[in-house]
Nanobody
Framework: QEQFMESGGGSVQPGGSLTLSCAATGSIADGRGLGWYRQAPGKQRERVAWVTNRDMANYADSVKDRFTISRDKNWLWLQMTSLKSEDTARYYC????????WGQGTVVTVTS
């Protein structure tokens, strides 16, 4: 059984917006921080936004002021605005710290 189910990806033009959603199953996320990660073709997976177990939001410099992370219990969202070609990647959600099994992710393509 998948522990994280991501959705909401798609193809947008530069400057566009998308909102990603993630559902964490069971109690895996109880009391834990959750984050959004992405992996672009040929690159390592990186964490781009995360919410601590005290609901503090943090962002990688590359997405700061463009992406907004939010959480409600086992749901996690990522509002992405002013998208750039370099945001093209497969996006995943997972725990912060001890990473659990990865889900299938959702693909975001930013292209003109």
């Amino acid at each position: 059984q998948e522990q994280f189910m991501e959705s909401g990806g798609g193809s947008v033009q530069p400057g566009g917006s998308l909102t990603l959603s993630c559902a964490a199953t069971g109690s895996i996320a109880d009391g834990r921080g959750l984050g959004w990660y992405r992996q672009a073709p040929g690159k390592q997976r990186e964490r781009v936004a995360w919410v601590t177990n005290r609901d503090m939001a943090n962002y990688a410099d590359s997405v700061k002021d463009r992406f907004t992370i939010s959480r409600d219990k086992n749901w996690l969202w990522l509002q992405m605005t002013s998208l750039k070609s370099e945001d093209t990647a497969r996006y995943y959600c997972n725990l912060v710290g001890a990473i659990a099994q990865w889900g299938q992710g959702t693909v975001v393509t930013v292209t003109s």
